[in-house]
């Protein structure tokens, strides 16, 4: 039923912000689909173990998170919305580049609610991304075999590692 509700909301949100926004271009497009996604960090080197043990209950935490849903989803309850382990990216389809993200508890330096991105470089997969505090981020989207991979470099400099664990399409 939250669930429902949410979509029904974002769906409006997004509606009156899109007569306001440039019809998408393909990068954005193709980007807008590569982020959609529940990403949980990588622990040491990246290897098949290493990317099972990462998704490892992500099902699990994407559920929890829309139990946790605000009944009403605004800007301001959308910031107090955390995951447990990953970052939740929800694009919002009819705003290009506008997404939902939902970062883990981990992540205090990356603010929770509507944010958005952008095409910095499409053939080296970097991707401007700005939270909903206003805060811009380098991320860059990657594979390592069949996994999408994403790199976000934190405002301290370190690079935090993420695999694609659970897909999510962008709302409507």
Not at 98 to 115: D, Q, R, V
Not at 118 to 126: D, L, P, R, T
Not at 146 to 170: D, K, N, Q, W
Request: net charge neutral; charged share 15%; glycine share 10%.
């Amino acid at each position: 039923m939250k669930r429902a509700a949410l979509f029904a909301l974002l769906c409006l949100a997004a509606t009156a912000a899109a007569a306001q926004t440039p019809a998408p271009t393909p990068e954005l497009t193709r980007a807008t689909t590569a982020l959609g996604a529940m990403w949980r960090p990588i622990a040491g080197s990246i290897t098949g173990a290493s990317i099972q043990a990462a998704c490892a209950g992500a099902e699990q935490e994407m559920q929890a998170l829309d139990a946790a849903m605000p009944a009403e989803l605004t800007d301001e309850s959308a910031t107090r919305v955390r995951g447990l382990r990953g970052l939740h990216i929800i694009p919002i389809a009819r705003t290009p580049g506008a997404a939902y993200f939902f970062p883990p508890l981990s992540m205090t330096w990356f603010n929770s609610g509507l944010g958005g991105f952008s095409v910095i470089n499409e053939a080296e997969g970097f991707i401007g991304v700005r939270d909903a505090g206003g805060q811009e981020f380098a991320f860059q989207r990657g594979v390592a075999g069949s996994h999408p991979m994403l790199r976000i470099r934190r405002p301290t400099g370190e690079i935090v590692t993420l695999v694609g664990c659970v897909p999510i399409a962008p709302l409507e």
